[in-house]
């Protein structure tokens, strides 16, 4: 199970995925700073509340 943890210094909330996951659920990460990190993604957030949905929308489809 994925949570979301602190802020990083320059104030976003870092969420990391792997690439399958990305996949499946990148229709719901629009409007989200995503980086890509070779076999993993980085989803960058400011917002808390876009950040805990983007978990539990994780949780449910990337198990």
Do not use: F
């Amino acid at each position: 199970m994925v949570y979301l943890g602190p802020r990083d210094p320059s104030g976003y909330y870092i969420i990391v995925m792997d690439k399958r996951c990305y996949d499946m659920i990148k229709d719901y990460l629009v409007g989200i700073d995503i980086v890509d990190a070779g076999d993993e993604v980085i989803a960058r957030t400011k917002s808390r509340s876009r950040g805990q949905k983007i978990i539990r929308i994780m949780n449910h489809y990337c198990r």
